[in-house]
Every structure is written in structure tokens, then in C-alpha cells.
């Protein structure tokens, strides 16, 4: 979900046009950024403390082509991927008996992008005048 988003965000910073372009451009860009941490944190967590395999999927991405669209497509992500990462959440914090030396690293990586997911709910809401 993390990687789509990435290229979501970055593509459609390409297609942000008009006089308040410039700084919905960064904004839009400092988040595909953000995407890109929790990819890697998620592959981390993945790969080095469930022992898993991360996927090499990648989740379905949305066109969008005006400024008002494309923010609205990405708030939607966003909350998508918040209610995704609280159910995660929910399900290391009920099996925390059963990861006695990863727990609290998998609970606070996970908390922890679920509130910068919310930082950028806020930020587009902003955005779009909501």
C-alpha cells in the first residue's frame, strides 16, 4: 500500500497546475516522502522481526487530474490505509503475549505510522477546505 501511494503521490504532484500549485506540490511530494519511510519500516518489520516475507505486490493506484480530485483520491487513501494499520494494530496488540521480544517495537512502529497517516488526513482536509 505504502509503495502504490508513493508513486500515486508523486505522480499526480506532476499534474498539479495553477497559481497555488508550488506549495501543493511540496506538500504533496514531502508526502510521497513519508510514504517511502513507511514502506521501508513495514519491509523491516516484516522481514526482521515477524521473519516474514514482504510482498512484492503492489496495491491498486487511482487516477486523478485536477487538483480537487487528486487531493480528495489521496484523503480517501489515507483513511483506507488508517483503518487498515488499526486493524494491524489491533492485531499485534492481541497477540502481544505471543511476540514477548518484538511487541513493543511492533506496536510503536505501527502507532506511529498510523499517526502520521492521520498528520496527512489533517494536511489534505486542509488542503481541500474541509
Do not use: C, W
Not at 25 to 37: H, L, N, P, Q, Y
Not at 50 to 67: F, N, V, Y
Amino acid at each position: 500500500m505504502e509503495h502504490a501511494a508513493r508513486i500515486q503521490y508523486l505522480a499526480h504532484a506532476e499534474l498539479i497546475k495553477g497559481i497555488d500549485a508550488e506549495p501543493i506540490i511540496a506538500r504533496v511530494k514531502e508526502i510521497a516522502s513519508d510514504e517511502a519511510k513507511h514502506e521501508d519500516k513495514f519491509r523491516d518489520l516484516i522481514g526482521n522481526y515477524l521473519d516474514g516475507e514482504p510482498s512484492m505486490g503492489i496495491a491498486k493506484t487511482h487516477r486523478a487530474k485536477k487538483t480537487t480530485e487528486i487531493l480528495t483520491v489521496n484523503l480517501t487513501g489515507e483513511k483506507e490505509a488508517v483503518d487498515f494499520y488499526k486493524t494491524i494494530y489491533k492485531m499485534v496488540i492481541e497477540n502481544k503475549e505471543k511476540l514477548p521480544y518484538v511487541y513493543e517495537t511492533l506496536e510503536h512502529e505501527i502507532r506511529h505510522i498510523i499517526i502520521e497517516e492521520q498528520q496527512h488526513i489533517a494536511e489534505l482536509s486542509v488542503l481541500l477546505g474541509k
